[in-house]
Nanobody
Framework: QVQLVESGGGLVQPGGFLRLSCAASGIIFGRNVMAWYRQAPGKQRELVAIITSGGVINYADSVKGRFTISRDNAKNTVDLQMNSLKPEDTAVYYC?????????WGQGTQVTVSS
């Protein structure tokens, strides 16, 4: 079955950086759209960044210029480099795989930006 496992979350000060990683198994990784979403307390889950199998990338306006999504099809991983973090980036971050008409999710990793 499809399994997505995130790592790399934690507590960081404003202006700091973190790198999230998602390891995928049970899918033909290179053929799928992969994405990172986040959900802050009391808010809906929102798309942060998305990367197609061909490497086309889109970002939420709120993270453009600060976050970078990348994928390694040989290792079945998708990463999210987050720089210049702000308190409003605090959320649970989820790895997402889009396979045909289905969405698959990891368990989430907490990112807290606070001084």
């Amino acid at each position: 079955q499809v399994q997505l496992v995130e790592s790399g979350g934690g507590l960081v000060q404003p202006g700091g950086f973190l790198r999230l990683s998602c390891a995928a198994s049970g899918i033909i990784f290179g053929r799928n759209v992969m994405a990172w979403y986040r959900q802050a307390p009391g808010k809906q889950r929102e798309l942060v960044a998305i990367i197609t199998s061909g490497g086309v990338i889109n970002y939420a306006d709120s993270v453009k210029g600060r976050f970078t999504i990348s994928r390694d099809n040989a290792k079945n991983t998708v990463d999210l480099q987050m720089n210049s973090l702000k308190p409003e980036d605090t959320a649970v971050y989820y790895c997402n795989a889009k396979i045909l008409s289905n969405d698959y999710w990891g368990q989430g990793t907490q990112v807290t930006v606070s001084s």
